[in-house]
């Protein structure tokens, strides 16, 4: 199986602070990743498919880079409602796998 | 718009079989794949496996040989049958639909399913 190692495990940070996730696959996956956002209490949120490509309805301020191993979730402004959960997600490579998660947190 | 709403029991007898079924409404079934995904406390996100509507199946190896998925077209449902549960299947369980990209882009709330006596 792929797996798929992010960090950090959790941050903290405030409203308007530039967030990087990061992702490290244990081999390569070209650009197969998605990303999501998870909240208690709520269904998760698909933000990122295909390493790059912005989910419909989703904020621009979300951003993903990255090919081969290294893969990157970028907010560039921290706003209220993006506290929460984010993990990332390969398909290049049944079964599908999911990372540890970031937990990220209000400073 | 699309929603999906997981059902079944919340608590499980080890050894019995857990079954949940996933409602599926604003779509046609046949627009997609139909994950199965769950988050035991305190571990990591776990892709069950997905069905399609003409109900050819993947699974996750580690779990295929106790794992079971149908899908009843006509009420717009697919299901999950996991046989001799432990306490190790105690998890969140959600369903997903499955895109192209296999990106699961809608997602039910999730439902919290106890292996215990």
């Known amino acids: 199986d792929v797996q798929m190692t992010q960090s950090p495990s959790s941050l903290s940070a405030s409203v308007g602070d530039r967030v990087t996730i990061t992702c490290q696959a244990s081999r390569d996956i070209s650009y197969y990743v998605n990303w999501y956002h998870m909240k208690p209490g709520t269904a998760p949120r698909l933000l990122i498919y295909s390493g790059s490509n912005l989910e419909t309805g989703v904020p621009s301020r979300f951003s993903g880079s990255g090919s081969g191993t290294d893969f990157i979730l970028t907010i560039s402004s921290l706003q209220p409602e993006d506290f929460g959960t984010f993990y990332c997600q390969q398909f290049d490579h049944l079964p599908l796998t999911f990372g540890g998660g970031t937990k990220v947190e209000m400073k | 718009q699309v929603q999906l709403q997981e059902s079944g029991p919340g608590l499980v007898k080890p050894s019995e079989t857990l079954s949940l079924t996933c409602t599926v409404s604003?779509?046609?079934?046949?627009?997609?794949?139909w994950s199965w995904i769950r988050r035991p406390p305190g571990k990591e996100l776990e892709w069950i496996g997905y069905?399609?509507?003409?109900?050819?199946?993947t699974y996750n190896p580690s779990l295929k040989s106790r794992l079971s998925m149908s899908v009843d077209t006509s009420r717009s449902q697919f299901s999950l049958n996991l046989s001799s549960v432990t306490a190790a299947d105690t998890a969140v369980y959600y369903c997903?639909?499955?895109?192209?990209?296999?990106?699961?882009?809608?997602w039910g709330q999730g439902t919290l399913v106890a292996v215990s006596s």
């Open positions: 604003g779509v046609s079934l046949s627009r997609y794949h």
């Open positions: 069905i399609f509507y003409s109900g050819s199946t």
């Open positions: 997903a639909s499955t895109g192209s990209n296999y990106e699961f882009d809608n």
